[in-house]
């Protein structure tokens, strides 16, 4: 067998996987069925990115989706249906363009690539090179509540534009043409610390979900912050047991800010500085 006839069969095998999940077995099985659910996009994105062809794996979905229009309301009632039947999709667009690339080919390895797949992958590596503190997990829906708490980390902490992330917000998203799942994957994990803004829109978003779960599995540092009515003391599962503060209170937002200041080992302007930011940070999270 060769090595694409191998990664087809892998395809092949990745796909009946993800029959097993539905919007009801995510929901039931609580936080464990979204890492499970995570793992398995994981692996679609690691199957999908070795194609060789130096395409996001979700781009193809999207492609995929939009050419075909398979995935239909009919088919994807909401954010789990919709993201796991375009999974699904770049599988089956990755084995299709697998077959028609490599089937009458005589390669055996990969690295008898063409040089224009080598620099789609070299190019891919370069995006990869990145120094990120702060990245804060968010909706884009609570847009407002990131730009609020940026200025407030820039202004407390002195920290540069460069060194946060927040993927919604104009300044701080990923750079164009960034593979955006590899990356995001990767700042997830190497991010000094990671600020979940919790609402009621984060918590219904999946790739929130993903972003939380991901750090969580990796054990590295979650600072949870409620907003918009979150009660802290209903938050289930891994969430529950961190010590989450609320957004829409001056004082516990001081707190944030100070212990901020020795994760990252920066000094903290005076408090006078920041008050206004505080003030309005905490106007934008409430209800």
Known sequence: MTWWENLIDRLHKSLQEGEQFTYEDIRANGLQGFL?????????????????????????????????????????????????????????????????????????????????????????????????????????????????????????????????????????????GTPIPDRLRSEIHQAKVLIAILTPNSMESIWVLFELGARWGADKQIVPLAAKGIDVGKLEGPLSVLSALRSYDEGQLLEVIDYLGVMLDRKLESAAVYKKCIEELAIESSV
């Open 36 to 176: 499970e659910y995570e793992a398995w996009i994981m692996r679609v994105v690691d199957l999908v990115n070795n194609n060789r062809l130096g395409q996001n794996p979700y781009r193809l979905a999207i492609k995929a989706r939009d050419n075909t229009g398979k995935v239909s309301e009919d088919e994807g009632t909401n954010a789990f249906e919709v993201s796991c039947a375009a999974a699904k999709l770049a599988i089956r667009e990755a084995i299709r363009v697998l077959e028609e690339k490599y089937a009458e080919s005589t390669l055996t390895s990969p690295g008898e690539l063409s040089s224009d797949s080598k620099v789609v992958q070299t190019e891919t590596a370069e995006h990869n090179v990145h120094d990120i503190e702060i990245f804060i997990s968010h909706s884009h829906v609570d847009v407002e509540i990131a730009k609020k708490l940026i200025t407030l980390l820039k202004t407390a902490l002195l920290i540069p534009s460069t060194k946060i992330r927040a993927t919604s917000v104009d300044g701080y998203r990923f750079p164009p």
